[in-house]
């Protein structure tokens, strides 16, 4: 079936570093795919996605291409904020669901 | 986009009890969906709940262990049945945010801890 693939956690960055958390699928066709996010607290909520291949996702600063080549959604960021710091979980779509990676935690310190 | 309170926020349970989560969404929606999260692990689909309807339970659960209720368009309620240390997990509910986008909404989440 069909699954999702995310970097291990946590990372630890400083403010205004860059960031990539990796994200590679395994899937039939082309599903769409979403970056969520979850704030401490907070339920998830979608931080950006893609529908068709090529697509770049946008959303407060982050960014993700939708890559059929390496199946992958990488999810990037120039310069992060301590407000940044969650739990980010890659996803894709398939008849009915949203199949989910493990997330990844993030946090950033000032 | 919708706003889902979930209660209780967390609980600690005893082996062999039962536990009812409660879901309520501010606005009307056609499904909605259980999720479970364990320690460490991916966010698993648990069973999809449509008013008026049985749920449709996914691979590896069952009707005996979660059953659902979904009596109107806004309220539902999973309950953890016969629960073991196993069951210790954070569960979600979550709601279709635009028709057909399959981009969803989630509560904040029930994080139980049975001992």
């Known amino acids: 079936g069909n699954s999702v693939t995310q970097m291990e956690g946590p990372v630890t960055l400083s403010e205004e570093a860059f960031l990539t958390i990796n994200c590679t699928y395994t899937?039939?066709?082309?599903?769409?795919l979403f970056w969520y996010v979850q704030y401490p607290g907070e339920g998830l909520q979608l931080l950006l996605k893609a529908t068709k291949a090529d697509d770049k996702g946008s959303n407060k600063g982050f960014e993700a291409t939708y890559r059929k080549e390496t199946t992958s959604f990488h999810l990037e960021k120039g310069s992060v904020q301590v407000s940044d710091s969650a739990v980010y979980f890659c996803?894709?779509?398939?008849?009915?669901?949203?199949?989910f990676g493990k997330g990844t935690k993030l946090t950033v310190n000032p | 986009s919708a706003v889902i309170s979930q209660k209780p926020s967390r609980d600690i349970c005893q082996r062999g009890t039962s536990l009812t989560i409660q879901c309520q969404v501010d606005s009307q929606v056609t499904m909605m969906f259980w999720y479970r999260q364990q320690p460490g692990q991916s966010l698993t689909l648990i069973a999809t709940a449509n008013q008026g309807s049985e749920a449709t339970y996914e691979s590896g659960f069952v009707i005996d262990k979660f059953p659902i209720s979904r009596p109107n368009l806004t309220f539902s309620t999973l309950t953890v049945s016969n629960m073991s240390p196993e069951d210790s997990s954070i569960y979600l509910c979550?709601?279709?945010?635009?028709?057909?986008?399959?981009?969803?909404?989630f509560g904040a989440g029930s994080r139980l801890t049975v001992l």
């Open positions: 979550s709601v279709d945010g635009q028709a057909g986008a399959n981009v969803l909404t």
């Open positions: 899937a039939t066709g082309y599903p769409s």
């Open positions: 996803a894709l779509v398939e008849p009915k669901k949203l199949v």
